[in-house]
């Protein structure tokens, strides 16, 4: 498998309306140990192929009213984790799948894009930083 074919490679998180996120957070930490922060909770695993690689996938709570997740109207939007994003938005336009944004990177936390599956599905694409080795 080449790290440079533009692919999904797992998944960076699972994000989901809430009525009430900080309650809803809360009750996860209190109830499950869930370590929650701002952004609700970041799961840390190890890449099986190359080991030193550290993983993440996030858990969100979102405020119901969120736009976030617009133009869908579901109460979720699952992160995949990819590689070569600019390649990868670039085989999805040529198969005229909607990108509904520009890639967009953030220090420290890698590239966003986000795109609408058949259904009207937001997805939001997510590259990693390159620096995602042990600590």
Known sequence: MSKKEP???GIGGILF??????????????????PTDQWGTMFKSRDIDNP???NY??????????DY??????????????????EFVKVL????????????????IG???HILD??????ELWEPPKSNTVE
Do not use: A, H
Request: net charge positive; hydrophobic share 30%.
């Open 111 to 113: 590239k966003f894009v």
């Open 57 to 66: 996938l996030q858990w969100s709570p979102f405020d119901k009213k969120t």
């Open 17 to 34: 309306k809430s009525k009430n996120p900080d309650k809803t957070k809360k009750w996860y930490q209190e109830n499950l140990g869930l």
């Open 52 to 54: 030193d690689q550290v």
């Open 7 to 9: 692919k999904v490679i």
């Open 69 to 86: 997740f617009d133009p869908s109207k579901k109460e979720f939007m699952i992160n995949y984790r990819v590689q070569n994003i600019e």
């Open 118 to 123: 058949p259904e009207g599905n937001k997805i």
């Open 93 to 108: 336009k040529d198969k005229e799948i909607t990108v509904l944004d520009e890639i967009t990177e953030y220090d420290g």
